[in-house]
């Protein structure tokens, strides 16, 4: 059986940082938090650098649903609020790897550091719970804001894809920026130590 595909309970559990609540997400919330973010068309471009809506079957295909074993969704509800915010998504990938995706739904919490909290915390979880010992992630090269997120979190550069994708509305192709963390270089907050 591979590491990734045995069901680990402390992974269903909500996991708490300062600010939020990080809950996971069943397949129908998930499939909603991707509407929500499918309705927007802001997030929309950035995401799949085309302001084309996605119908039911296309969002299923193109975003994968959380199965409890190797996909992962959390929703981010502030504190003492059961508003969600936005999503975070880790998948569970060979050998003991995990990818990260965040979004952030809700504009007036753009700005305010929430995933860095939000994904030091989900890592954190993962490391302990799961054995994970390397983080990766992948980001637009113009999303400036997500490049410092990914840099303070003390991911390196490893990569860039080159006119990988194209975008619509600019009628330009797209690069993406590759970043990992490897377990030798993982920061204090990972290893449990205070930040």
Known sequence: ??????????????????????????????????????DDPEILLQLSHSERKSGWWRLIRKYKLPN?????????????STACIGYHEIFLIPYLSATLGVVILD??????????????????HFVRHAGVERFTGSVEARNFASVLNYKKLGFNHSGTQHRCNFNTKSQAPVDYLQFELLKEDFPPYLLGAET
């Open 68 to 80: 409890g074993r190797s996909r992962f969704m959390h929703e981010i509800v502030p504190s003492g």
């Open 1 to 38: 059986m591979k590491w990734h595909r045995r069901k680990i309970a402390a992974l269903g559990e909500t996991i708490v940082t300062e600010r939020f609540l990080l809950r996971p997400a069943t397949r129908w919330r998930a499939l909603n938090l991707y509407r929500r973010m499918n």
């Open 107 to 124: 504009r007036d919490w753009w700005g305010k550091g929430v995933p860095v909290e939000v994904r030091s915390a989900i890592m954190s």
